[in-house]
């Protein structure tokens, strides 16, 4: 059986990794501090044989018993309502989060795999976003910490796979939605749903007129696979590359739920991105794209968010 260490397990993406590989008879090592992430997204994992939960912060030193084969790196804030409120740690868990985890990786043998982020690229100037683009970062403006987190989060791993010879890969991972994100999330599908169900006014940053592509988490979870078992060492995008803006979001989020929210505009956030399109080219070489419409994918959100309100 194939050992696989998933830091930020109890996370919204890492949970869902965590379902995935133990239906694959896989034994899964969870770790997490619950910081942001929930004990409740894992526990349905708990009294099987092949899982096995650590609450430790990967800031710090860890040790791992036993074989490892895999290290997937999914520990951070990722919304920019965490990421604000935990600037510190956010930085934290990109530098020191990531040697630690390629230090067990290294240690181990392990493949390592890295949760990166489409805000590498920043307020991009180019679109879609290949990943040859360098990005438009704003280092010391609200978005930073993450943004330079996740850069540096790059960067030390790319040194270990060419000073160390590890083997490593990187995951650009764009918006991604599905079942258990967090109602306090901060990020816009959430914020929309539970607006629209709350019966409260729909709130849209800006115009509205600024773009997303949003990429199911079945999707994204079989992207992350199929990089993981692939050769490319290099950063891959994985997302879906349907653009829309976000009042064309908000309109299909009203109409799904029924709802007759009034749609209120407030001023733009920061170094907010104009838009945001994953080149997707690299990851379909590898045998992969989305299936999930949003109009799917939203009414599966949606029932998992009416639920939650009835608990």
């Given at each position: 059986m194939?050992?696989?260490l ?38 349905h ?9 650590i ?10 018993s ?18 604000l409120k ?18 067990i ?8 795999l ?14 879609p976003?290949?990943?040859?683009y360098w990005?438009?970062?704003?280092p ?11 850069r ?16 490593t ?5 764009f ?13 816009v ?31 994204l ?39 007759y929210?009034r ?7 920061a170094d ?12 379909k ?9 949003i109009?799917?994918g939203?009414?599966k ?11």
């Amino acid at each position: 059986m194939k050992r696989i260490l998933i830091t930020g397990g109890a996370g919204f993406i890492g949970s869902h990794l965590c379902n995935l590989f133990c239906t694959n008879d896989y034994y899964v090592i969870c770790m997490d501090n619950l910081i942001t992430g929930k004990a409740e997204n894992i526990t349905h994992l708990i009294k099987r044989k092949n899982f096995e939960f650590i609450k430790h912060n990967i800031t710090q030193y860890a040790k791992v018993s036993g074989r490892i084969d895999y290290v997937l790196h999914f520990a951070s804030p990722a919304s920019p309502a965490d990421y604000l409120k935990f600037p510190i740690q956010t930085l934290k868990v990109g530098s020191l989060g990531t040697h630690n985890a390629l230090g067990i990786a290294k240690a181990k043998k392990a493949r390592f795999l890295l949760a990166s982020t489409s805000e590498i690229y920043g307020d991009p100037l180019v679109n879609p976003q290949p990943e040859a683009y360098w990005g438009n970062v704003n280092p010391i403006g609200p978005r930073g910490v993450y943004d330079e987190a996740k850069r540096f989060a790059e960067a030390i791993t790319m040194a270990y796979h060419r000073y160390h010879k590890l083997d490593t890969r990187i995951a650009r991972i764009f918006n991604t939605y599905g079942p258990r994100m967090r109602k306090d999330d901060g990020r816009v599908i959430p914020n929309f749903i539970c607006q629209t169900l709350g019966g409260k006014p729909i709130t849209i940053y800006g115009t509205g007129k600024q773009t997303r592509s949003f990429c199911y988490i079945s999707d994204l979870v079989n992207g992350i696979y199929k990089l993981l078992m692939s050769d490319e060492c290099n950063p891959v995008n994985i997302g879906n590359p349907n653009e829309m803006s976000l009042l064309d979001l908000a309109k299909i989020i009203l109409k799904l739920t029924g709802s007759y929210s009034r749609i209120i505009y407030k001023c733009l956030p920061a170094d907010d991105p104009k838009v945001r399109c994953p080149d997707i080219r690299k990851i379909k070489k590898l045998s992969w794209q989305p299936k999930v419409d949003i109009k799917k994918g939203l009414e599966k959100t949606i029932s998992f968010f009416k639920e939650s309100y009835r608990r």
